[in-house]
């Protein structure tokens, strides 16, 4: 079994300020965590991804991505926001070696917004 | 990179008629996609499987006999909304990984509108 928590369904930051979206997860098996973004009437484009390697994931648009084994956490930051950040944001696991090849299991989703 | 496309992008049918979306890998061959389901301001929730040659797999609570899904060819793969209602409208998302272990592409979502 496998579930993505992602605390806070809005998060609002001003243009240059840091971003923090958080997600925590549950998994049976060793997990792969993934970060999606979503435009307005959008499918979702991959941000990153975390597949057992290297703990800190560098993504695309400046985020990165750090997996905590101990906190079961997979937070998304990224150090200055820009305008065009503003989306919503889903993290994202799926049980590797499992049965359930490719059936991710979404978070909530986090709105982002960008103040000027 | 590998691209998935979804056809169309919105739709708007009346009660009773059975809409289809397609889903095509553009750039690489898919024997699995997925389809998944989106409310408003809610996540995505996977509906099926859809494997190439053989019988989609239908997550639990999902009508089989309600979303039909045909995997014909390995770029190709349609989910049908049989007899359509009001509570069908949402938005509906394909998408497909290059191989396995890798992350999933997904199409850009079609917007279905039952009047």
Known sequence: AQSVTQLGSHVSVSEGALVLLRCNYSSSVPPYLFWYVQYPNQGLQLLLKYTSAATLVKGINGFEAEFKKSETSFHLTKPSAHMSDAAEYFCAVWGAGGTSYGKLTFGQGTILTVHP | ?115
């Open chain 2, 1 to 115: 990179g590998a691209v998935v496309s979804q056809h169309p992008s919105w739709v708007i049918c009346k009660s009773g008629t059975s809409v289809k979306i397609e889903c095509r890998s553009l750039d690489f061959q898919a024997t699995t996609m997925f389809w998944y389901r989106q409310f408003p301001k809610q996540s995505l929730m996977l509906m099926a499987t859809s494997n190439e040659g053989s019988k989609a797999t239908y997550e639990q609570g999902v009508e089989k006999d309600k979303f039909l899904i045909n995997h014909a060819s390995l770029t190709l793969s349609t989910l049908t909304v049989t007899s359509a209602h009001p509570e069908d409208s949402s938005f509906y998302i394909c998408s497909a990984s290059l191989f396995y272990n890798s992350p999933l592409h997904f199409g850009n979502g079609t917007r279905l509108t039952v009047t």
